[in-house]
């Protein structure tokens, strides 16, 4: 099993309750194996060249990369631990 997390630049819900976010691009993923790792920069570096992100954005992206990352590796993403709690339900 894999967690992925978007990095996102925000996120909410419409005026129907449909969920929504503005992809930033890079996801981290913890892997079955308990490794780590960041996809899609290829994407990020495309979206940078073509305008679709400024500086800021991409720099922005990869700090927050870096943060899940991080807090994925020491077992303290908050998220991570609750998904694991409820999967600990069904297995």
């Given at each position: ?25 890079l ?59 409820h ?5």
């Amino acid at each position: 099993m894999q967690w992925y997390a978007d990095v996102c630049l925000e996120h909410g819900v419409d005026e129907a309750g449909v969920p929504w976010y503005a992809d930033l691009y890079l996801d981290v993923i913890s892997l079955p194996g308990g490794g780590f790792i960041v996809i899609d920069a290829d994407e990020l570096e495309a979206a940078l060249k073509a305008g679709e992100v400024s500086h800021e954005l991409y720099d922005l992206a990869w700090r927050e990369a870096k943060t899940l990352l991080e807090q994925m590796q020491c077992g303290e993403l908050e998220l991570l631990k609750v998904s694991l709690r409820h999967l600990s339900r069904f297995i």
